[in-house]
């Protein structure tokens, strides 16, 4: 079988809300939003703002989209680019989204949600491309087909969320957001991100920060980094940046972590990396 490419594009890097302005135009200013590619297959990690720009570059590259998208938990920042994804508007286009349930809210009542009539012009049930659902939960083992399999872990984020990690031929991505760390690092978190190749994790505070936010469901670089290293991981991507992050102060956190873990490098939209 030949070995087909496993690649991993940033098309939002941010928490909480899209911050666009002269201040973020280097990381920039969408929300959670990550193509990994393996070979013609797609999957997508979360559905913030930067999934439309993916839907635009999609549209230009392909007549005919499928796809699988996986949505970490329903916080607005994860879902909210999803009613401006132009491919899922498109008769003949597939996509099958991922998602937790939640207490009397199934996952497809979850993502519907956002776009009943009183938020949003066009149902979910409209958008004319076909879309399914399927329930995930902490712990899940998928065989998506093709030798590429699918492991989750649930994080510590109010009201839930689930980690992604995907597997093919040897080579694996890691998608931890969301979640705040513990006084020691997390051993299910350390065995789900053993001998990764790509580790992405929220890094939306730092150290001195943190103390302020103590519940918000965060964690730092600092602590990224002690997974990593703990784990085992080769290559560590900050990820998740505060809204308030400008471009110089990410600068300097990057360059202050690379200190720490040299492989290491903050999530920048346009970000492309190959496993």
Same mark, same amino acid.
């Given at each position: 079988m +030949? %070995?087909?490419n496993f690649e991993v594009t940033f098309w939002g890097v941010r928490g909480s809300l899209p911050v666009p302005g002269p201040h973020t135009i280097k990381y920039g200013g969408n929300t959670s939003c990550v193509q990994v590619q393996i070979g013609q297959r797609l999957f997508i990690m979360d559905a913030g703002t930067g999934i439309h720009h993916l839907g635009q570059q999609l549209l230009k590259s392909q007549s005919q989209i499928s796809g699988e998208i996986f949505i970490s938990h329903t916080h607005w920042d994860h879902i909210q680019g999803f009613p401006f994804f132009a491919p899922a &508007?498109?008769? /003949? $286009?597939? &996509?099958?989204?991922? /998602?937790?349930?939640?207490? $009397?809210? +199934?996952? =497809?009542?979850?993502?519907?949600?956002?776009? +009943?009539y009183q938020h949003f012009p066009v149902s979910l049930g409209e958008m004319g491309a076909s879309i399914e659902f399927h329930e995930l939960d902490s712990g899940s083992k998928l065989d998506l087909g093709e030798q590429i399999r699918l492991r989750t872990v649930h994080t510590n984020h109010p009201n839930g969320s689930l980690a992604?990690?995907?597997? #093919?031929?040897?080579?694996s991505c890691c998608y931890i957001t969301d979640t705040e760390h513990y006084s020691c690092v997390d051993p299910r978190l350390k065995a789900f991100c053993e001998e990764t *190749?790509?580790?992405?994790? *929220?890094? $939306? #505070? +730092? *150290? !001195? !920060?943190?103390?302020?936010?103590?519940?918000?469901? @965060?964690s730092t670089w600092q602590e990224g980094i002690k997974l990593a290293?703990?784990?085992? =991981?080769? %290559?560590?991507?900050?990820?998740? @940046? *505060?809204? =308030?992050r400008s471009d110089g102060e990410m600068d300097k956190i990057e360059k202050e972590a690379q200190r720490c873990f040299p492989n290491c490098i903050a999530a920048r939209e346009g970000l492309v990396i190959n496993l």
């Amino acid at each position: 079988m +030949t %070995k087909r490419n496993f690649e991993v594009t940033f098309w939002g890097v941010r928490g909480s809300l899209p911050v666009p302005g002269p201040h973020t135009i280097k990381y920039g200013g969408n929300t959670s939003c990550v193509q990994v590619q393996i070979g013609q297959r797609l999957f997508i990690m979360d559905a913030g703002t930067g999934i439309h720009h993916l839907g635009q570059q999609l549209l230009k590259s392909q007549s005919q989209i499928s796809g699988e998208i996986f949505i970490s938990h329903t916080h607005w920042d994860h879902i909210q680019g999803f009613p401006f994804f132009a491919p899922a &508007f498109i008769k /003949g $286009n597939r &996509f099958v989204l991922y /998602g937790q349930s939640k207490v $009397n809210s +199934t996952f =497809a009542d979850l993502m519907r949600g956002q776009m +009943t009539y009183q938020h949003f012009p066009v149902s979910l049930g409209e958008m004319g491309a076909s879309i399914e659902f399927h329930e995930l939960d902490s712990g899940s083992k998928l065989d998506l087909g093709e030798q590429i399999r699918l492991r989750t872990v649930h994080t510590n984020h109010p009201n839930g969320s689930l980690a992604y990690r995907l597997d #093919y031929d040897g080579r694996s991505c890691c998608y931890i957001t969301d979640t705040e760390h513990y006084s020691c690092v997390d051993p299910r978190l350390k065995a789900f991100c053993e001998e990764t *190749d790509l580790m992405i994790y *929220d890094s $939306n #505070y +730092t *150290d !001195e !920060e943190y103390p302020r936010f103590l519940g918000y469901g @965060h964690s730092t670089w600092q602590e990224g980094i002690k997974l990593a290293q703990a784990a085992g =991981a080769k %290559k560590l991507v900050l990820f998740h @940046h *505060d809204k =308030a992050r400008s471009d110089g102060e990410m600068d300097k956190i990057e360059k202050e972590a690379q200190r720490c873990f040299p492989n290491c490098i903050a999530a920048r939209e346009g970000l492309v990396i190959n496993l």
